[in-house]
């Protein structure tokens, strides 16, 4: 497995660099750090009292990295988790935060393996991890993979405004969509007449 600082800087080069989308709940985000988590930090970066959008413009790819180290994959204890797991948990807890890790608990679940859902990475959720990537360890991160491209789906279901981040306007498949896949092995993908037919419905 890559180390987390590597895997950081991939997460920092997907998500790209400042935009500002006012259908995007997070507000305005610069290498996929939001304004509201500038704000929860008290980074202050151009030292005017205030966390506004100039602090997010003025943010550099590595203080981003930074952020995503200690805060998106130490804080919420994801070393906790087998390697199999960490690279897209890490990816996925930067981009939704502790719904990473329900996603998790869920398929847990789904394997009949007790667990709270919670978004907490405690003993629990870690014993079931780990028996759950010993008892499948070449298809656990496949099966994380494509229960988190559900989760996208379903979110665009219900939130049409959310569309464009799961289907490109020529009908392919979205950022989101492609994220989740980048982490799945090729054999798992939709193909694009499978991604047509489950979004034919957004139309």
Not at 151 to 179: Q, V
Request: aromatic share 8%.
């Amino acid at each position: 497995m890559p180390g987390i600082r590597e895997i950081a800087e991939e997460i920092v080069a997907r998500e790209g660099g400042f935009v500002n989308d006012p259908d995007d709940p997070g507000g305005a985000t610069n290498h996929g750090v939001t304004i509201h988590t500038l704000r929860r930090l008290g980074r202050d970066l151009d030292g005017d009292g205030r966390v506004t959008e100039n602090d997010v413009r003025r943010l550099t790819k590595r203080e981003a990295v930074d952020i995503f180290v200690r805060h998106y994959f130490e804080r919420p204890g994801l070393a906790r988790l087998p390697d199999a797991l960490q690279p897209q948990l890490f990816d996925m807890y930067v981009n939704a935060g502790a719904n990473a890790v329900r996603i998790l608990q869920r398929l847990l679940g789904d394997m009949s393996l007790r667990v709270t859902v919670d978004g907490i990475i405690g003993p629990e959720t870690e014993a079931a991890a780990t028996r759950a990537t010993a008892a499948a360890p070449d298809h656990i991160a496949d099966a994380y993979g494509i229960a988190r491209r559900n989760y996208y789906l379903r979110l665009a279901d219900a939130r049409p405004a959310s569309r464009k981040y799961a289907r490109t306007r020529t009908g392919g498949k979205g950022g989101w969509i492609l994220r989740a896949e980048h982490f799945i092995a090729p054999r798992f993908r939709m193909t694009d007449e499978q991604f047509a037919e489950r979004t034919s419905a957004w139309d």
